[in-house]
């Protein structure tokens, strides 16, 4: 990547002087875990994955449709389901998504908006034109697929979205952790209700 257009992608969020450099972000462990700024919305997540867990366990263990072998398999099942969709929840809040370090010791825009075009800098490459824009609130210019996020207010590489459930932006960096949470968060949606359907209709074939 050229650093004259991009001089300000680094991933370290201090300064020589200690100087905090990002936006809404929230930094724990000497920066090795950053969440957004709303990060108790984890929490929130969290116990509502964990609720339909322990409800299927209260379940499972008052009645008597499955056999005991079978029962164990279920609760297995729905633990690994349940460790595995927490820890890629923990995955997703709290890894740095892409976070673009802001530029405070010059005018880089300023710079190049007086050769370039005011509202992008055109490059073409391999005969693709590629747009790139300019963020004056990081007074960056930003490489393609980035966006700001009035969030978290930073720009991050790649931006898919903000998303409020891991309270989080989702980025270059996180993707894969989000992208494997909708999986399990899925699977397991799908485990509980094809495991609840045949308790319902066991226990309905019983009161008949």
């Known amino acids: 990547m050229n650093n004259k257009i991009f001089p300000a992608i680094k991933t370290d969020f201090y300064d020589m002087t200690g100087e905090r450099i990002i936006g809404n972000n929230k930094i724990w462990f000497n920066g090795k875990c950053i969440t957004g700024k709303s990060y108790f919305s984890i929490i929130i997540t969290g116990c509502l994955i964990l609720i339909p867990p322990l409800i299927l366990y209260y379940i499972l263990y008052n009645t008597l449709v499955f056999h005991k072998n079978n ?12 460790v595995l969709s927490i820890l890629y929840l923990i995955k997703s809040s709290f890894t740095e998504p892409g976070i673009i370090r802001r530029n405070y010791k010059r005018s880089i825009v300023e710079k190049m908006s007086k050769n370039y075009n005011k509202y992008s800098i055109i ?21 393609v697929r980035t966006s700001h996020c009035a969030e978290c ?14 309270g989080q932006c989702v980025g270059k960096r996180n993707y894969s952790y989000f992208i494997l949470f909708l999986i399990l968060l899925n699977t397991n949606s799908i485990f509980h209700i094809i495991i609840n359907s045949i308790i319902i209709s066991k226990e309905v074939e019983n009161l008949y």
């Open 153 to 166: 207010d930073n720009c991050t590489e790649r931006f898919d979205h903000h998303c409020i459930w891991i």
């Open 71 to 82: 029962l164990v398999i279920l609760v297995l099942i729905t633990t690994i389901l349940l």
């Open 123 to 143: 490059n073409i490459k391999n005969g693709h034109i590629i747009k790139y824009t300019p963020c004056y609130t990081c007074n960056i210019i930003r490489p």
